[in-house]
């Protein structure tokens, strides 16, 4: 697991005279990226806290952006559990995107990225069998038209296979 791989942590809040409608907690002008390096996890006041900051200036490296949770008890282990699957399926994504975009010839659409992502975490997160994660339905757009038919072509291709079953958590 990389130290420098990124991933995207979104926060969703719920309030109770909402019914069930969530909504992000967050500033739209603040990015959400952190290394895993950049999560750390404290105890304040007998409290546990899982703070997220990311130093955007390296010529200012004690000013830190990012947001701090207070954790219900119980959470910590958890959080800190699945933080380097994430991380995993980060990185098997963005392996994924750059094999596939040597058949593809082209660079792979957000679209596309969100279905290798799928496929990603069926893979390390779910234990599915490279070829069962690969013939997931992955969606098509409103009008019926397959925006996939390229990158289901591509990932039954064997070196994409091959990434799969290298990430596969039984195989490590």
């Not at 995207?8 to 909504?23: C, F, K, N, S, V």
């Not at 907690?25 to 006041?45: I, K």
């Not at 591509?154 to 596969?168: G, K, R, T, W, Y």
């Amino acid at each position: 697991m990389s130290d420098e791989q990124n991933v995207e942590i979104r926060l969703e809040g719920r309030a109770d005279a909402w019914g069930e409608y969530w909504t992000g907690l967050r500033r739209h002008e603040v990015r959400q990226w952190f290394r895993l390096a950049d999560v750390s996890f404290e105890t304040r006041d007998g409290k546990e806290v899982m703070c997220a900051h990311r130093v955007p200036y390296a010529e200012m490296p004690s000013f830190r952006l990012g947001f701090e949770l207070s954790l219900e008890p119980g959470m910590r282990e958890p959080i800190q559990t699945v933080l380097p699957m994430i991380v995993r399926v980060s990185e098997l994504t963005q392996a994924l995107s750059v094999t596939v975009e040597r058949h593809l010839k082209r660079s792979v659409w957000e679209l596309e990225r969100r279905g290798l992502l799928r496929i990603a975490a069926k893979v390390v997160l779910e234990g599915v069998d490279p070829q069962q994660a690969s013939s997931v339905k992955l969606g098509s757009d409103r009008n019926r038209v397959d925006v996939y038919a390229e990158l289901t072509s591509v990932i039954h291709q064997p070196d994409v296979q091959s990434l799969l079953a290298d990430n596969v958590p039984w195989a490590a």
